[in-house]
């Protein structure tokens, strides 16, 4: 029951969900469904789109009608009430999926994103969160890894190409250093912003473009940096590059956790030299299991940390 929720929650597609029950058992779960999906707090205030609501309670509809077995048994008012809300609030046409909530739960933490529904939109790819970004942030929310013990010693956090943030507020939920979520896109920042809003959480949002602003790296001396699918272009390399080695020239103990997935297995190759022939810190990569909050994806995943 907890994956189908936190699945929903993160708006993942019905064409990918794993229902983990049988029609059956989800039949005889409808109370605790109700409970968990439309009677959650955090879900029936920020709801996912109603595009995708129309979507889930369509299919779990028809999976709870083919465990009907005699006419005492009936699915549920509350999942016909819900579809034909959704249904009436939907946009037709074949515009780009609507912009939507999206809640992710670790360790039933819920964390709300408010977030595009497409990979690119208004010329930038920071709109929506990567799976790099919620598998960090996993590991932000796990006491078992790397990442979470180097926080929890950690006074100031520097989050580079924060997008819509998730990391960021990961790591401002779980511990009390100060948190900087930066990004470059006006548009980026002004959804950071109000995700942050969204969440009361204390993370302090911030223009640092890696091609002009590597000043303010020294106001801010980090002691972790995190940073999350943000190795794509290499145009954005000798930039970033600075800025990494910046962290570590204000900050010899600085510690850099870089994740990513394995897109174009040349450019990573290309980034990982560099980085390799300019710093001079220890750099450690591991490839890295892909799979977060209830979901498995197939992508390759790399985890550089460096210092
Ligand atoms: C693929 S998105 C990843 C967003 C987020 N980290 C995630 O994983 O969900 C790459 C991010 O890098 C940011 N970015 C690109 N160029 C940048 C630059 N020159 N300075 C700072 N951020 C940049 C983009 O605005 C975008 O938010």
């Known amino acids: 029951m907890r994956q189908i929720v936190s699945q929903y929650a993160s708006l993942t597609p019905i064409r990918e969900f794993q229902w983990e029950l049988s029609d059956k058992e989800l039949f005889d779960s409808q109370p ?15 709801p996912p789109s109603s595009q995708y609501r129309f979507s889930f309670y369509k299919c779990l509809i028809s999976k709870l009608e083919c465990a009907l077995e005699d006419d005492d048994m009936e699915v549920r008012q509350e999942f016909y009430d819900e579809f034909m ?39 930038t790819t920071g709109l929506v969160t990567w799976v790099s970004a919620q598998s960090m942030a996993g590991d932000i929310f796990n006491p078992h890894t790397d990442l979470h013990r180097q926080l929890s010693q950690s006074s100031k956090v520097l989050e580079l190409g924060a997008g819509c943030g998730l990391v960021s ?8 250093g100060t948190v900087f979520a930066t990004d470059v896109d006006d548009n980026v920042l002004q959804r950071l912003e109000n995700n942050v809003k969204l969440n009361a959480l204390p993370t302090k949002v911030l223009k640092l473009d890696w091609f002009k602003d590597i000043h303010i790296v020294s106001n801010i001396i980090p002691d972790t940096v995190v ?3 943000i190795v794509y272009d290499d145009y954005l390399f000798p930039p970033l590059l600075s800025v990494l080695k910046e962290c570590l020239r204000v900050n010899d103990k600085c510690k850099i956790f870089i994740r990513g997935v394995v897109r174009n297995e040349q450019t990573c190759k290309q980034f990982i030299d560099l980085l390799k ?21 197939h992508e390759v995943m790399y985890d550089v940390v460096i210092g």
């Open 32 to 46: 605790e469904l109700i409970q968990r999906l439309l009677n959650h707090p955090q879900l029936s205030q920020y």
């Open 85 to 123: 809300d959704a249904l009436s609030q939907s946009k037709s046409g074949s515009g780009p999926p609507e912009a939507s909530y999206k809640t992710y739960f670790y360790n039933d933490d819920p964390l709300t994103l408010y977030e595009d529904q497409t990979t690119i939109s208004k010329g």
């Open 169 to 176: 507020l990961a790591a401002s939920k779980v511990f009390d």
């Open 227 to 229: 940073a999350a699918d």
């Open 277 to 297: 022939s300019s710093i001079e810190h220890d750099i450690s990569i591991n490839d890295i299991k892909n799979e977060c909050n209830g979901n498995r994806s």
